[in-house]
């Protein structure tokens, strides 16, 4: 935009424009709707069980029935799309439970889509939470210390995406940073006749502090070391394109940005750049931190939640993924 281009005042007076709520909406350049949102939530095996995870005030691990019945009322306020994270009973090395033909994943996709059909399931495809040790990959001990192999970690992933399709997941949605994992789960998709089924890929994946309260919610806490050896260093902008790239030219269909309010940048730059549907993930602590204060009086919840999500939006997002979908669907709703 050249100043040229621009009004000067006293004949360019950008008040005029503000003068009420329906003028304000009128030159809107950023709309905020229930359509856009998605829930992400814990399921863990059992029945009748609501476990609260402390650092997030209002977000519950949940035995299927209990998830099926917070989904219900999420969906009727409208919320469209569901993320789903699954905690096992059981971990090993292997992450069997997350290729598990009735695992809790699968098992809650299908009770999901049998009983709101027009449901959207999307379903992560990581290993981490299956895993004894934590991480999203297979580990390879040796005296210099573990190694995260990468290219046997993707027959797992691939895997795994492929029961979750089989058990009706309307996107799958890899989030562990492997190279060469959208590539994989494509070709195994397409294989086992799912090509229809689109591919979610948390494409931009920052290791973040961002991700504490997650930790404790998907009980996926790496036993040693950390993650920094699969994603992505906060300081890198152009590497976060080229993974974002490398995800579009694997077969990835929506590319995501996470977490998303200390990332919004990099939400801009792959939105502008590529221009693929992107989503952005507000993660744990955007919304603890966010819970926290308003909890104390310090913030007012609901208009703090509103204005971090319009920005994802004015930044590209497409997608919201937000732990306050329903909260946000009903405040939309003006109720
Ligand atoms: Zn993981």
Same mark, same amino acid.
């Given at each position: 935009?050249?100043?040229?281009?621009?009004?000067?005042?006293?004949?360019?007076?950008?008040?005029?424009?503000?003068?009420?709520?329906?003028?304000?909406?009128?030159?809107?350049?950023?709309?905020?709707?229930?359509?856009?949102?998605?829930?992400?939530?814990?399921?863990?095996?059992?029945?009748?069980?609501?476990?609260?995870?402390?650092?997030?005030?209002?977000?519950?691990?949940?035995?299927?029935?209990?998830?099926?019945?917070?989904?219900?009322?999420?969906?009727?306020?409208?919320?469209?799309?569901?993320?789903?994270?699954?905690?096992?009973?059981?971990?090993?090395?292997?992450?069997?439970?997350?290729?598990?033909?009735?695992?809790?994943?699968?098992?809650?996709?299908?009770?999901?889509?049998?009983?709101?059909?027009?449901?959207?399931?999307?379903?992560?495809?990581?290993?981490?939470?299956?895993?004894?040790?934590?991480?999203?990959?297979?580990?390879?001990?040796?005296?210099?210390?573990?190694?995260?192999?990468?290219?046997?970690?993707?027959?797992?992933?691939?895997?795994?995406?492929?029961?979750?399709?089989?058990?009706?997941?309307?996107?799958?949605?890899?989030?562990?940073?492997?190279?060469?994992?959208?590539?994989?789960?494509?070709?195994?998709?397409?294989? !086992?006749?799912?090509?229809?089924?689109?591919?979610?890929?948390?494409?931009?994946?920052?290791?973040?502090?961002?991700? !504490?309260?997650?930790?404790?919610?998907?009980?996926?806490?790496?036993?040693?070391?950390?993650?920094?050896?699969?994603?992505?260093?906060?300081?890198?902008?152009?590497?976060?394109?080229?993974?974002?790239?490398?995800?579009?030219?694997?077969?990835?269909?929506?590319?995501?940005?996470?977490?998303?309010?200390?990332?919004?940048?990099?939400?801009?730059?792959?939105?502008?750049?590529?221009?693929?549907?992107?989503?952005?993930?507000?993660?744990?602590?955007?919304?603890?931190?966010?819970?926290?204060?308003?909890?104390?009086?310090?913030?007012?919840?609901?208009?703090?939640?509103?204005?971090?999500?319009?920005?994802?939006?004015?930044?590209?997002?497409?997608?919201?993924?937000?732990?306050?979908?329903?909260?946000?669907?009903?405040?939309?709703?003006?109720?």
């Amino acid at each position: 935009m050249s100043l040229e281009s621009v009004g000067r005042f006293p004949l360019y007076r950008p008040r005029r424009l503000r003068q009420s709520v329906a003028l304000r909406q009128m030159v809107s350049e950023t709309q905020l709707n229930a359509s856009q949102l998605v829930l992400p939530l814990f399921a863990r095996p059992g029945k009748k069980l609501r476990r609260p995870i402390g650092s997030m005030p209002g977000v519950f691990q949940l035995s299927p029935d209990e998830l099926l019945k917070d989904v219900t009322e999420a969906h009727a306020a409208g919320v469209p799309a569901v993320l789903l994270f699954g905690i096992p009973d059981e971990k090993d090395e292997k992450a069997s439970g997350a290729y598990a033909r009735n695992g809790i994943v699968q098992q809650t996709t299908k009770l999901l889509k049998r009983e709101l059909p027009d449901l959207v399931v999307i379903t992560d495809v990581c290993l981490c939470e299956y895993m004894s040790h934590g991480h999203c990959g297979i580990v390879q001990s040796s005296p210099r210390g573990a190694r995260i192999l990468n290219d046997p970690t993707l027959k797992l992933l691939a895997r795994t995406a492929l029961s979750h399709a089989e058990a009706g997941a309307d996107i799958v949605a890899p989030s562990d940073m492997m190279d060469g994992r959208v590539r994989a789960i494509r070709d195994t998709l397409d294989q !086992g006749g799912l090509e229809e089924t689109p591919i979610m890929a948390y494409a931009a994946k920052f290791a973040s502090a961002f991700y !504490g309260p997650f930790r404790e919610a998907a009980e996926s806490t790496p036993k040693f070391g950390d993650r920094r050896s699969y994603q992505m260093h906060g300081a890198n902008a152009r590497e976060a394109l080229r993974e974002v790239a490398l995800d579009i030219q694997e077969g990835a269909d929506i590319v995501m940005v996470k977490p998303a309010l200390a990332y919004l940048d990099i939400l801009y730059r792959v939105k502008t750049e590529f221009g693929y549907p992107t989503a952005a993930y507000a993660v744990s602590a955007e919304y603890s931190m966010i819970k926290a204060a308003g909890a104390k009086g310090w913030i007012d919840e609901k208009a703090v939640v509103l204005e971090t999500l319009l920005a994802m939006r004015r930044a590209g997002a497409d997608i919201l993924i937000t732990y306050s979908a329903a909260d946000v669907a009903r405040w939309l709703a003006g109720k």
